[in-house]
T-cell receptor, first 115, second 115 residues
Framework: DTAVSQTPKYLVTQMGNDKSIKCEQNLGHDTMYWYKQDSKKFLKIMFSYNNKELIINETVPNRFSPKSPDKAHLNLHINSLELGDSAVYFC??????????????FGPGTRLTVL | AQKVTQAQTEISVVEKEDVTLDCVYETRDTTYYLFWYKQPPSGELVFLIRRNSFDEQNEISGRYSWNFQKSTSSFNFTITASQVVDSAVYFCALSCETSGSRLTFGEGTQLTVNP
């Protein structure tokens, strides 16, 4: 009955590798997000998609590329991983079209460690 | 630009004490929403409450209560008769009309409830 799920939960990899994190929601929501939580627990939005359309694209390196095959899935692909990419990445979803009133429901997070 | 400040980085209390977590926000928008999320040691982000800028009524849910005061731009969270299971990082967040569904998070408050 998991509402927003992410895989994997932990990801340990070497610098320079390419990796993907998958996210799926079964809430029937129209909008999905990626957030990054750094080592100081600070949360910042990275991307948002509504029904496969990119609606928020914050200033993140272009090594990060989101892909939404359908409105229930939003994956995050990261190329040429760097030490500074180590963080917890959260996927979230909300019902509306990215409205100010939308409540976002978060997945369990993926802890990425780059060695 | 919008901003959320949670000045209390860490709070430690003894079980059964009441504790208030402070949240101060900044925005020039007249329409905005405020949120509280809980991040327990297991790491997931759990939605607690959403409040819009036009509703200043206080809200109570069991041992949790929220006090929204537009005059001081504050949205404080009180836990009554705290329990060990309340130990977590608590985040206050803001979404504004001009920024759509982007959530701006505070830095979080680490609450530790000791037996």
């Amino acid at each position: 009955d998991t509402a927003v799920s992410q895989t994997p939960k932990y990801l340990v990899t070497q610098m320079g590798n390419d990796k993907s994190i998958k996210c799926e929601q079964n809430l029937g929501h129209d909008t999905m997000y990626w957030y990054k939580q750094d080592s100081k627990k600070f949360l910042k939005i990275m991307f948002s998609y509504n029904n496969k359309e990119l609606i928020i694209n914050e200033t993140v390196p272009n090594r990060f590329s989101p892909k939404s095959p359908d409105k229930a899935h939003l994956n995050l692909h990261i190329n040429s991983l760097e030490l500074g990419d180590s963080a917890v990445y959260f996927c979230a979803s909300s019902q509306g079209y990215g409205f100010v009133s939308d409540t976002q429901y978060f997945g369990p997070g993926t802890r990425l460690t780059v060695l | 630009a919008q901003k959320v400040t949670q000045a209390q980085t860490e709070i430690s209390v003894v079980e059964k004490e009441d504790v208030t977590l402070d949240c101060v926000y900044e925005t020039r928008d007249t329409t905005y929403y405020l949120f509280w999320y809980k991040q327990p040691p297991s790491g997931e982000l759990v939605f607690l409450i959403r409040r819009n800028s036009f509703d200043e009524q206080n809200e109570i849910s069991g041992r949790y209560s929220w006090n929204f005061q537009k005059s001081t731009s504050s949205f404080n969270f009180t836990i009554t008769a705290s329990q060990v299971v309340d130990s977590a990082v608590y985040f206050c967040a803001l979404s504004c009309e001009t920024s759509g569904s982007r959530l701006t998070f505070g830095e979080g408050t680490q609450l530790t409830v000791n037996p």
